[in-house]
């Protein structure tokens, strides 16, 4: 049986500062694998390619069709990206700045 019971704030900072705390992609990566799914993982992973392929002007149909995401879950990531709290926005604009491997 799945837990309803929201993480307290306390609970919440830890996780936060656990994240912010890895100085790597593959310790990022490790700590993520430990604490979610591989499903949950992948859902996140999605979540952020949607997230810049609307920041790239992408037509939902052709987001849906090359990340497998649901009308749904694009316009959530929408809603998120234009009025939540810029957290996508701030990646996204890391993205922009950092070159690629």
Not at 5 to 24: G, N, P
């Amino acid at each position: 049986m799945t837990s309803t019971k929201k993480a307290t704030a306390e609970e919440l900072v830890l996780l936060y500062r656990a994240l912010a705390s890895q100085t790597d992609e593959q310790a990022v990566a490790a700590l993520l694998e430990d604490i979610c799914t591989i499903r949950e993982i992948n859902e996140m992973a999605q979540r952020l390619t949607v997230a810049r392929l609307l920041d790239a002007d992408q037509p939902y149909i052709a987001i849906s069709e090359q990340t497998g995401a649901s009308a749904t879950t694009i316009a959530r990531v929408s809603k998120s990206l234009n009025y939540g709290a810029g957290g996508y926005r701030k990646v996204l604009d890391h993205f922009e700045e950092t070159p690629r491997d």
